[in-house]
């Protein structure tokens, strides 16, 4: 009933916007200099925008869903939007450098939104961010609840230590990318084997991995290394968002509309090392596809033939190729040994990453990654 009712009310508002924006506007505020004071209370969800930037223009009628939803499901998130160049010098205080940004701005922190500019991903963002960053899972339906919904998850399982409070430290840094919980050794499933306690395990690919100070290092910059799956699709944003990581991306460029053998086979090899050569392997790289080559063609400013295997190396921005097919996942090991041991030349170098950031934020070619849902007007699309 409930979903028969908010359809009525995007039906509405979707009717009201031909005729008049203001109805759907009406759940986000506009901000001016009070914000600064008048916020502290509250969550709250902004975009900073200019009056001609061309991405804001674009983001607005999904800002004005964002509104509408979260208004509509009770949330305690406040959505506004400023004008960052009326308002320059708060927006500057907020850290707002480039147009639109987008910000959870909570007490004395504010965290920046980077993922793609759809409806339903910054929503899903400011669900996480704004509530508790360890959140305890009490029982283990509440962890299998949680399993089930999250691809990747970390779990902090123990008392009050050190490591828990390290722990913490790294959930308000890293609150933005992934998801935090604290559970009590019963909690976790009968397969999980933990030698020592307290304990921080990551749950993914079907399995988990715990950390190791000794041999991980710093707690937050392993959990920013692991916080991806092993193996994944890839595009401009996750590409992006890896360059954080500094690990190597082996990515299958293959054509997934292409029935032919090549390509699906390139494909299954990659996974295959992504799964079968982890222990040697996930340290320094991360796996996956990408689906054409027009965008690593922009990337590296090359023509890649496709199927081919590209490996980025996103901490000193070179990059290696083959000019021959890869044979099989043995042949693939072999590639990815001789990257390791130094033999194979690399190429590129040229900033790599500055055109990576250039096109994901500026480009037109990666507006289809931007803005991945057309919207026609507001409150359009799910109808
Ligand atoms: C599919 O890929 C093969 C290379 O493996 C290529 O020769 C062929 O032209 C491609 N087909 C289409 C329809 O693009």
């Not at 559970?183 to 304990?199: F, G, I, N």
């Not at 295959?272 to 320094?284: N, S, T």
Request: aromatic content about 12%; charged content about 25%; proline content about 3%.
């Amino acid at each position: 009933m409930a979903g028969r009712r908010s359809r009525a009310a995007l039906r509405l508002c979707a009717t009201v916007v031909l005729l008049d924006v203001a109805f759907c506007k009406g759940f986000v505020e506009d901000l001016d200099e009070s914000f600064k004071e008048n916020r502290k209370d509250d969550i709250w969800l902004v975009d900073f925008y200019a009056p001609w930037c061309g991405h804001c223009k674009k983001l607005e009628p999904i800002w004005n869903e964002v509104g509408q939803e979260m208004r509509s499901i009770g949330s305690p998130v406040k959505v506004g939007k400023m004008d960052a160049t009326s308002y320059s010098s708060i927006a500057s205080e907020f850290g707002v450098r480039g147009y639109p940004t987008i910000k959870l701005l909570k007490g004395d922190l504010a965290y920046n939104y980077r993922g793609p500019r759809t409806k339903d991903d910054i929503i899903e963002f400011a669900h996480r961010v704004s509530g508790a960053l360890i959140r305890p899972l009490p029982s283990q339906q509440m962890f299998e609840h949680v399993r089930k919904r999250h691809r990747v998850f970390f779990v902090y399982i123990g008392g009050e230590s050190p490591l828990k409070e390290k722990f913490a430290d790294a959930a308000a840094e890293l609150i933005v990318y992934t998801y935090f919980f604290s559970a009590a050794e019963d909690v976790v499933p009968e397969y999980v084997t933990l030698k020592e306690m307290p304990a921080v395990l990551v749950f993914k690919d079907e399995t988990y991995f715990i950390y190791d100070e000794y041999e991980d290092g710093d707690l937050s910059a392993w959990i920013n290394r692991e916080r991806f799956q092993n193996y994944l699709t890839v595009d401009g944003f996750l590409l992006y968002e890896l360059g954080d990581t500094g690990k190597l991306v082996a990515i299958a460029v293959i054509d997934e509309k292409n029935t032919s053998v090549e390509h699906t086979r390139l494909k299954s090899i990659i996974q295959e090392v992504a799964r079968d050569y982890r222990d040697r392997f996930h340290r320094d790289f991360q796996f996956g596809h990408m689906d054409g080559n027009d965008y690593i063609n922009t990337l590296l400013m090359d023509e890649l033939a496709i199927p081919t295997v590209v490996v980025l190396n996103t901490s000193n921005q070179q990059y290696f190729l083959l000019d021959r097919q890869i044979k099989d996942t043995e042949d693939m090991v072999q590639f990815i040994s001789s990257i390791l041991d130094g033999t194979v030349e690399a190429q590129g170098g040229d900033s790599i990453w500055q055109r990576l950031k250039r096109i994901v934020f500026d480009a037109k070619s990666t507006i289809v990654l931007l803005w991945n849902q057309p919207v026609a007007s507001c409150c359009g699309t799910s109808l």
